[in-house]
């Protein structure tokens, strides 16, 4: 075999195989998804689920000064000037006592997320690999995306009473919004590689012998999907924070000391569970199966109960995950990039989550003004979405250097921070955000930054996965992901809880933003796209003699078919 020049077929064989062409129709159904659950993710998870969190536990809990004064909060929907300008400031930070310790109220926030994304990758690992096989990519798709919409929907019955129940849901909630992600992302490379624009190019070659224009051709198809799923879900959830902003205004006089300030917030929380569920319609009916490979190879006996059969199913999973993590250990790009990702993606979880807590509970920033702040964010995003490959054709800038161009951006935020430390700084009474005004600039910068990480990031990485092992490699992308984001969290609450504020982790912030910048700038795709096409011919030419990846009942089979990829 030609090491230059493989011969290949962009996806394995098998007689279920759907290689129609990729339909406009089809591709609204992906977008579909994106506009139904985007909405959570920004509205819900990067807004007001933390805030209703932080707000939950707040009623139950006391001042961090004394240790026994009830925390005296204003109403989530007290006018936003009031709260921006900072003459309700509370002392310090507020306690509750949790299973035998005192937390900060922004820490419990932080550690609720940490455990649902450390619950999400052990969730990803348990089904990935499995979503890979017969017609399961969309029914895994559709059933995470209806468990997450009932939670969010169930967060209207949650008083601040069993906040801890908040926790829980908010845990579902995340797990179940990131899983189904990682689902429709492994439809990205199917839809582009069927694509009719692309298959049209290939037909004129008459070829099947390896070009590296495909890999562009294809990789451009994929980052222009992406960035507009990215797009219109922003757009969507733009949308659904003007509408939640019209819901803490207009119950601003409804309300009274007696209701918990929480009912605007759990009610948003509502009608985005509403949203995602009524938008997975589309999805539902238009996006075509693409189903992967029959799951032959994994031998369940029929009589085993169905807890026996799910259990060998997971053990399957696992097994298949240790196997795709072997091959992707022989791919040196991917290894690059991933330890980038593991990095980049602690980064991003950590100043996302910093920011809104701080803006509540250091800057005073009431309800509206976080929503206000989450639209900034969410404007810049597509404009960022949008802009940025404008720009980077303009510079003649690498996917990678794109990448390393909105970390550099990124680092902004953890260092304007850091200057609310120097003493001239303090006597200006501005700057390094001691005022309420100066993080919306900071919103300006980090949307802008997301618009183009969220697009380039996971385009990049489908351009290094081997052909047909797309849900598994994805959930890989995914896991790496989850697994960083449980720590930088973690790190920041722990620092909270230790010294009652959030400006020293800062320090944690700036460090974590910059360590990726040389792996992603080192990255090589167009080594890496080659390297994927090449292991994809080994593994086909292998299945071909009857060796699949079988970890569950052959390890040895799977370790001698990874042997013979050279």
Sequence with gaps: MDDTSPTY?????????????????????????????EVFAVVGVGAFLPVTLEQLARENGVLFSDK??????????????????????????????????????????????????????????SFSSFADYGDNRKRLLLTFGTVGSLASMSFVFVMPGIYLAGAVLAIIGVVCLGSSFVVLNSFLPLLAANHPSVLNIQKERQSDTLHDSDNNLELQMSTKISAKAIGLGYAAALLIQVLAIGVLLSMKEIFDDSISATVPLRLILF???????????????????????????????????????ILAHVAFAWSSLWCTITVAARLKQMVIFLAAWFLLSDAQASVSGTAVLFARTELKIGTVG??????????????????????????RWTNSQTIVFCLVLMEFVPLYGLLGYLPFIQRWGFGGLQVWWEIYGLGVIFGIVMGGLSSYCRSLFGSLVPPGSEAAFFALFAITDKGSSAIGPAVVGRIVDATGHIRPAFWFLAVVVALPIPLIWYTDVNEGQLDARRMAVSLREDQRFGVQLRAVERREQAEGLLENEG
């Design 68 to 125: 026994s004064t009830p925390c005296v909060l204003p109403k989530a929907s007290q006018a936003f000037s009031a709260r921006a300008s900072g003459s309700t400031r509370d002392p310090d930070q507020c306690l509750i006592h949790l299973f035998g310790t005192n937390t900060t109220t922004a820490s419990f926030a932080m550690y609720t997320f940490s455990l649902a994304v450390l619950c999400q990758a052990l969730v990803l690992i």
């Design 370 to 395: 976080i929503a206000l702040l989450s639209i900034t964010v969410m404007i810049f995003g597509m404009l960022g979405a949008s802009l940025l490959p404008v720009l980077s054709k303009r510079m």
């Design 271 to 309: 009608l985005a569970g509403i949203w995602w569920l009524a938008f997975m319609g589309p999805t539902a009916l238009w996006l075509r199966k693409r189903p992967g490979p029959p799951l032959n190879d994994l031998k369940i006996d029929a009589s085993r109960t169905k807890m026996g059969r």
């Design 9 to 37: 077929s962009p996806h394995l064989s098998w007689p279920e195989e759907d290689k129609t062409p990729t339909t406009e129709r089809e591709i609204r159904g992906f977008y579909s998804y994106g506009i139904a659950a």
